[in-house]
């Protein structure tokens, strides 16, 4: 059974910082891409970012290039989200997913993913 426990979301200011992580137990992270989501109340989730199984690819949504970083330690089996300059518009409830295939491409589907934990709230106060 693979769980993924998200932690690290909070309140803060616009122009703040965070940093989420998401631990998996049940399944080495090794092989599989994995994705940050976020989705916001009232609105469908949506891609934030994902890495590649190497780490060596990453992708963004436009609207936090330059600001998030999204990362990876295999050995700890841990994928973080760092997230800098926050705006308003970046509250909602993130979410981290782990893909389907092994050593697939990176996907922005959420179809893609098939395991998911409970999210993490980040709220960011203007």
């Known amino acids: 059974q693979v769980q993924l426990v998200e932690s690290g979301g909070g309140l803060v200011q616009a122009g703040g910082s965070l940093r989420l992580s998401c631990v998996s137990s049940?399944?080495?992270?090794?092989?599989?891409?994995m994705g940050w989501f976020r989705q916001a109340p009232q609105k469908e989730r949506e891609f934030v970012s994902a890495?590649?199984?190497?780490?060596?690819?990453?992708e963004y949504v436009d609207s936090v290039k330059g600001r998030f970083t999204i990362s990876r330690d295999n050995a700890k089996n841990t994928v973080v989200l760092q997230m800098n300059s926050l705006k308003p518009e970046d509250t909602a409830v993130y979410y981290c997913g782990v893909a389907r295939v092994r050593y697939g491409p990176i996907s922005r589907s959420q179809r893609q993913y098939d395991y998911w934990g409970q999210g993490t709230q980040v709220t960011v106060s203007s």
């Open positions: 049940g399944r080495t992270l090794d092989p599989y891409v």
């Open positions: 890495i590649s199984w190497s780490g060596d690819r990453t």
